[in-house]
T-cell receptor
């Protein structure tokens, strides 16, 4: 079983929809929880990171962590066509390299 | 400030050949990590270099190697290429070791092995 499982997608939504991207993990030592966005033919860029359970908001993006259930989510409100990308969750124990999910490809249709 | 630069962007090689990829980190960043990204396996860590020394290594065969120069630029080499080595190879730079939350990725090198 993989340490990290990410909802595989692909996901296609109309513009303005609320998007939910989800990952589960099994390693209790993970302390940092990250979301990356990767546009086509580009490298990943860090969107948000957090190290505690609860919600963290940044504009239209909200990262949610539930350590008790080992579950993290990224919500995108009022989604835009420019949000169309591959989204990767990532986890770190603060003692090594990050472990990434396989990514969820999101398409927001105008 | 210039970002992470990877060259070349695209590469086509034949099975059995070897290939060298290059990565120039953000100015002032001293740590460079390499990743392999494939549709089936996601983003997998290859190795990390800091101060010209390999500090961390992922679970890849010895055909995959790398090095870092005194100016922090890094190269990775894959020898005896196999079809399964076709992937997007990404490098990421950070100011120091173990600060992945500040990692900046390059655009990657798309390697196709035929």
């Amino acid at each position: 079983q993989k340490e990290v499982e990410q909802d595989p997608g692909p996901l296609s939504v109309p513009e303005g929809a609320i998007v939910s991207l989800n990952c589960t993990y099994s390693n209790s030592a993970f302390q940092y929880f990250m979301w990356y966005r990767q546009y086509s033919r580009k490298g990943p860029e860090l969107l948000m990171y957090t190290y505690s359970s609860g919600n963290k908001e940044d504009g239209r993006f909200t990262a949610q962590v539930d350590k008790s259930s080992k579950y993290i989510s990224l919500f995108i409100r009022d989604s835009q066509p420019s949000d169309s990308a591959n989204y990767l969750c990532a986890f770190n124990t603060n003692a090594g390299k990050s472990t990434f999910g396989d990514g969820t490809t999101l398409t927001v249709k105008p | 400030k210039a970002g992470v630069t990877q060259t070349p962007r695209y590469l086509i090689k034949t099975r059995g050949q070897q290939v060298t990829l290059s990565c120039s980190p953000i100015s002032g960043h001293r740590s460079v990590s390499w990743y392999q990204q494939t549709p089936g396996q996601g983003l997998q860590f290859l190795f990390e270099y800091f101060s010209e020394t390999q500090r961390n290594k992922g679970n890849f065969p010895g055909r995959f190697s790398g090095r870092q120069f005194s100016n922090s630029r890094s190269e990775m080499n894959v020898s005896t290429l196999e079809l399964g080595d076709s992937a997007l190879y990404l490098c990421a730079s950070t100011p120091a070791l173990g600060v992945d939350t500040e990692a900046f990725f390059g655009q990657g090198t798309r390697l196709t092995v035929v």
